[in-house]
Structures are given as structure tokens and as C-alpha cells.
């Protein structure tokens, strides 16, 4: 399997390089981002074959079975759908799209050409909410309520790097868009209510720097989200699961019950990484002939409850 990385040199195009190293039968033979010399210089450290400063130029190579987008969220839809024109599968960072329009494009592209689409929902591939959604499948939990915080601090664009990006995070359509798809992953239902209320917009970033979001499923398990680009503290995102047998804490790749004992996660998959857990999903499904989880069609009515927050904020 030979890959293309695209916005190779950002936070999340290194974790895709670190995490594909340890994917066997798989080979980085490309490797995109719009600065020269960064791009060129982060080839030849890692001893990949070819550095590009163009989408285009990556994907009319014959040495690339498929793209890993870790691009601006801005460009991902106009890109996903490029490299399934010119035949390459193509997993896409978080978030598939920032607008319910462009995810459409992207679904309907897949279907057009048969490719392997995915979204990089990674809360679907942690090993914490993978336990979870075990024990939901085999019957043993039902969700009653989750509760999550995702807080950060952020005044300018900066990525996880703390380096300078091109474009803006946005709280909604990156960061809600992790809850609302687990939440409809875990449950196995499509939220049926949801609602959204948003804080002052920051001036110069022209967003919301807080939020909260309310869902409810058919069933009536429901969802409370706080968001917050304010949050002067610990940084991240922090899941309370309430069962019908059991509360459960996940925090990123640990998992803890409601007292705070931690609970061994050392048997739920071959790997506690996210991310290199989604690649492996990816590259499976490709050589598989299948569709992945985080298919670009499964995440779609996350987009859309999404999309109905938003008109929410509007009207």
C-alpha cells in the first residue's frame, strides 16, 4: 500500500507518518505541504521518495494507492473529492467538511467512483470508547447520558504544534463534530433533537470561543457538550458515560469508572493510538474490498445534525 500524505509536516500529518511506520506493508512514497523546503527537508529525514507543494502533483503519481488529507479543514472537501477523481481512496482528517454542502459532495463522490472515503473520527477508534461501544454491542451497557467538556485556550491560530496556521479552528465543525458523531456511534441511533447555543464571537477570529450543545436519540439517551476556546485549565476533552450499569470517565486513550479506578484496556485493540488504530482501518479496507468504520456515508448525519445546530444559531 503506498501513501501520500498530505499537509505532511503540520501536528496531525506527523502522527499519520509516526503512525503508519508501524503498519506493516505500507509505504510512504509522498508526501505534500505548501512550503519548499519544509516539505523537502521532512522527505528526505524520513526517507520518503518524493516531496510535493501541490495536491495535484501528489496524486497523478503512479506510486500512490491512496491520500491521508491532514490539510486546513477549509480545502478537505475540494481535496477528498480530487483524489477520488483521480482514483486514489482518501482518509480525511477531522472534520470530513465545515459544511453540510460539502460533506454531501464528498458522499455522493464516493458513491460515484467506489473508492474507500473515511473521516477521521477517532473517537470511534480510542481504545476507552472502544470499550464502551464492546459492551453497548454485546448488550451489557445501554447509554443513558453522556457528558463532555472539550476545552481549550486559544487567542490566535495556532495549531497543536503551537506554530502558525493558515485558517481558523472552528468549535462547531471540528471540535463538536468528534461528540456528535461518537454519540450517534455509540447509541447506534440518529439524534432526533438537537440544539445549540453560542457565545460571543472573537473579534479578530470571527468565531464562537464558547458553546453548548443539547442531542437526544429516538430512545431518549441524551448528550450535554460544552465547548470553549476560553478554558484557562486542563486542555482536551473529557467524556462521562452514564449507563443504565455503570458511569465510565474517558479521558483520550484511558478509560475509568465513576469512582476513578482505572479499567485495563490492554485487550481492546492491537494498538492505545488513535490514530495509527484509524490508518489501520483505512488500509484494511482498501485491501479488503469493504467499507470502513468512519466511512464518509456513516459520518454524514453527524454533518447534518450539525448543520441543524448551526441554522439553530440563526434562528
Request: aromatic fraction near 6%; hydrophobic fraction near 40%.
Amino acid at each position: 500500500m503506498r501513501i501520500c500524505v498530505a499537509g505532511a509536516y503540520g501536528a496531525f500529518g506527523l502522527k499519520h507518518l509516526d503512525a503508519l511506520a508501524n503498519i506493516d506493508g505500507v509505504e510512504v512514497t509522498s508526501v505534500m505541504g505548501p512550503t519548499k523546503d519544509k516539505i523537502e527537508a521532512l522527505a528526505a529525514e524520513r526517507g520518503i521518495g518524493h516531496a510535493g507543494t501541490t495536491l495535484e502533483e501528489c496524486i497523478a503519481r503512479d506510486d500512490v494507492d491512496a491520500v491521508i488529507l491532514s490539510t486546513p479543514t477549509q480545502m478537505h472537501a475540494d481535496q477528498a473529492v480530487a483524489c477520488m477523481e483521480a482514483g486514489k481512496h482518501v482518509l480525511i482528517e477531522i472534520p470530513m467538511a465545515d459544511s453540510l454542502e460539502d460533506s454531501v459532495r464528498v458522499v455522493e463522490k464516493q458513491k460515484e467512483t467506489g473508492l474507500v472515503a473515511m473521516a477521521g473520527q477517532v473517537r470511534r477508534f480510542n481504545p476507552s470508547h472502544q470499550w464502551i461501544h464492546n459492551k453497548v454491542a454485546a448488550g451489557e451497557l445501554k447509554i443513558q447520558q453522556m457528558d463532555v467538556q472539550t476545552y481549550f485556550f486559544r487567542r490566535t491560530n495556532t495549531n497543536a504544534k503551537g506554530e502558525p496556521r493558515t485558517w481558523t479552528d472552528h468549535l462547531l465543525w471540528h471540535h463538536a463534530c468528534h461528540t456528535v458523531d461518537l454519540f450517534q456511534y455509540q447509541t447506534g441511533e440518529t439524534v432526533s433533537q438537537a440544539y445549540g447555543l453560542e457565545g460571543p464571537h472573537h473579534p479578530d477570529l470571527g468565531i464562537a470561543m464558547d458553546m453548548s450543545i443539547g442531542m437526544k436519540t429516538p430512545s431518549g439517551a441524551i448528550c450535554t457538550l460544552s465547548l470553549s476556546f476560553n478554558n484557562d485549565g486542563p486542555l482536551g476533552t473529557f467524556f462521562r458515560y452514564i449507563c443504565d450499569n455503570g458511569t465510565y470517565l474517558a479521558r483520550y486513550d484511558d478509560l475509568y469508572d465513576g469512582n476513578d479506578n482505572p479499567i485495563d484496556l490492554s485487550g481492546v485493540a492491537v494498538s492505545n493510538n488513535g490514530i495509527e488504530l484509524i490508518d489501520r482501518e483505512f488500509i484494511s479496507a482498501i485491501r479488503e474490498g469493504r467499507e470502513p468504520n468512519g466511512a464518509v456515508t456513516q459520518v454524514l448525519p453527524a454533518m447534518e445534525t450539525l448543520d441543524a445546530i448551526e441554522r439553530g444559531f440563526k434562528g
